[in-house]
């Protein structure tokens, strides 16, 4: 299965970084560290995000 980033995920869901953050519940430097660092996202703000961004946790690479 092919899995996108982070970044990618928030792009084609539409979102700009200020946007998505506060769906998510985090600040934007949070979110922007995730985005460099996707392996630190604890599951459950991976789950968050995959509800956010409207795609299955499983399609979103979190540095596993």
Same mark, same amino acid.
Do not use: C, H
């Given at each position: 299965?092919?899995k996108?980033?982070l970044? *990618? *995920?928030?792009v084609? *869901? ?7 953050a ?6 934007k430097d ?5 985005e ?9 703000f991976?789950k ?6 409207k ?10």
């Open positions: 299965m092919i996108i980033s970044k *990618a *995920a928030r084609n *869901a539409g979102l700009g970084i200020l946007e998505a506060p769906k998510i519940g985090v600040g949070t979110l922007i560290k995730w460099k660092n996707p392996e630190i996202v604890s599951p459950i991976q968050k995000i995959s509800e956010t961004y795609l299955p946790i499983d399609m979103i690479f979190f540095g596993i």
